[in-house]
């Protein structure tokens, strides 16, 4: 019986953990390789890792009678436009400033939510958004004073959340006609077609496709593929499934909310990257303001959470 009780709290754990250092591993890959050459190995590997997955039967395929073109649309907001705002904002800004942009999408989906699927928040919701909003504009008004340049960064990760947010929405329709694994199968292998295609492309009208494989050869670059494309896109989903399968939802969120924790920690103690009062203060404003509206959420309906987001 504890063994029950344990074991989705631990998938809960590893699954923060593993989302929680993707940014970190992200901003480690972008000092050697180009943002689209890590994009188009990154589906690739996850893209081959499901295609093998499927091929042993571990993991079960079927688009027949289907709508497929609303996974197109889909994988327009994810991971096409969602992956190139994410990047190129983490190339531009540090581990915990991505973290804490990407912990909004619960936010902005409970935002749209109201607008798309007539979900109007609660009181209490209303209040704990405020709460959000005011942080991001905290953090990113004294960004952009402070003369780090990273100012752009941020409004690139904001265009992300939006992106994330409008997956979640798109996700909850199409989930009553598709499989968890059939949408993250379907993303993955768009991404790597639409970002190998443009990586190629790009190499190919400056003539030096070969350089596309060059930044393979060093040890960051490839440990950031792995950890990005296996563990991130494909162990992290099967464990989130787990854990989303044996918890309830308002538990399940807390994992979610320690994603930002997580890529916070490691970028201050493993890139040494600064975080100063503001940002430590905009931070929990953001993160009080998450918790808020997942949990009177809860109180009133079933909400969307960033449960649908990233396969990080």
Known sequence: MKEKKILPIIAGLVTSFIFGFSFLFTKEALDTINPFDLLTFRFGTAALALIILRCIGII??????????????????QPSFYF???????????????????????????????????????????????????????????????GSGSFIGLLLLLCGVLCASILNILSRK?????????????????????????????????????????????????????????????????????????????????????????????GVLIRKEPFGIYQFIGTGMILIGVWGTNYYGEKKHQLPTNKDIRNH
């Open 84 to 146: 190139i705002f994410e990047t190129l904002g983490i190339q531009k800004t540090t581990t915990s400033e991505a973290g804490v942009m990407m912990a909004l999408i619960p936010i902005v989906v409970t935002c749209l939510a109201a607008i798309f699927l007539k979900e109007i928040p609660s009181k209490p919701q209303v209040f704990s958004i405020s709460i959000s909003v005011l942080g991001v504009i905290l953090v990113v008004l004294m960004k952009s004073t402070d």
């Open 174 to 266: 199409l989930s009553m006609s598709f499989k968890p694994v059939e949408i993250t199968f379907f993303m993955m292998c768009t991404g790597a077609v639409f970002f190998g295609g443009i990586s190629f492309i790009s190499h190919l009208v400056k003539g030096n496709v070969e350089e596309m494989f060059l930044s393979l050869k060093e040890p960051k670059v490839m440990i950031a593929i792995f950890y990005l494309g296996i563990l991130s896109s494909v162990v992290a989903f099967f464990l989130t499934n787990y854990n989303l399968s044996k918890l309830e939802a308002s538990r399940a969120v807390i994992f979610s909310n320690l994603i930002t924790v997580v890529s916070i920690v490691a």
């Open 60 to 77: 079960r395929i079927d688009y027949k009678g289907k709508n497929v073109r609303a996974l197109l649309i889909l994988a327009l907001f």
